[in-house]
């Protein structure tokens, strides 16, 4: 299996619930992100990864809590969400981190609130 | 304040004919830009890139133009195919604060009609 892979596909959770997110990729990259997509919204980046390491995160909301144990792996873990949080998830990755890296896209998770 | 402007949310052109979708941008600090294409049901993928000391990048049936005078780029797709059918993001990536940002536009939704 290649590229990057997001599961699962779709979520539907209550506001009290714990769920997580999960990115794999087979592509030897070292960068890995996470971004929402809301309706009519641009895209937006929530948390980068840099070997490993957490590099940003762009004033994302404490219910949300990335974790990266591996360059391969990637998880977002969600807790006492709101309405407002459903929308697509996508993680990325890129072989460096840099701003003429590519990034290769799992095909998201959307997640809806209850 | 949107920084990346995607102002037509959709574009309908006939098979054969040339595609041109538009991308304006407000940050002079953006040096590299891209755009990804994504249907329905899956994640953007990388289409094609250009840095800021070129005014024009080609690749196949893509060219992508760049005026950086203006703040304008553009997607030129020629001759346009019904597979083309997507929606298109552009995105700018530039060295900010310390950190690489890369910011996307809202996506304009390409229609080839054969």
């Known amino acids: 299996e290649t590229g990057v892979t997001q599961t699962p596909r779709h979520l539907v959770m209550g506001m009290t619930n714990k769920k997580s997110l999960k990115c794999e990729q087979h592509?030897?990259?070292?960068?890995m992100y996470w971004y929402k997509q809301s309706a009519k919204k641009p895209l937006e980046l929530m948390f980068v990864y840099n070997f490993k390491e957490q590099t940003e995160n762009n004033s994302v909301p404490s219910r949300f809590s990335p974790e990266c144990p591996n360059s391969s792996h990637l998880f977002l873990h969600l807790h006492t969400l709101q309405p407002e949080d459903s929308a697509l998830y996508l993680c990325a990755s890129s072989q460096d981190r840099g701003i003429n890296q590519p990034q290769h896209f799992g095909d998201g998770t959307r997640l809806s609130i209850l | 304040d949107q920084q990346v402007k995607q102002n037509s949310p959709s574009l309908s052109v006939q098979e054969g004919r040339i595609s041109i979708l538009n991308c304006d941008y407000t940050n002079s600090m953006f040096d590299y830009f891209l755009w990804y294409k994504k249907y329905p049901a899956e994640g953007p993928t990388f289409l094609i890139s250009i840095s800021s000391i070129k005014d024009k990048n080609e690749d196949g049936r893509f060219t992508v133009f760049l005026n950086k005078s203006a703040k304008h780029l553009s997607l030129h797709i020629v001759p346009s195919q019904p597979g083309d059918s997507a929606v298109y993001f552009c995105a700018a990536s530039a060295y900010q604060g310390g950190s690489e940002k890369l910011v996307f536009g809202k996506g304009t939704k390409l229609t080839v009609n054969p």
């Open positions: 592509l030897g990259h070292n960068a």
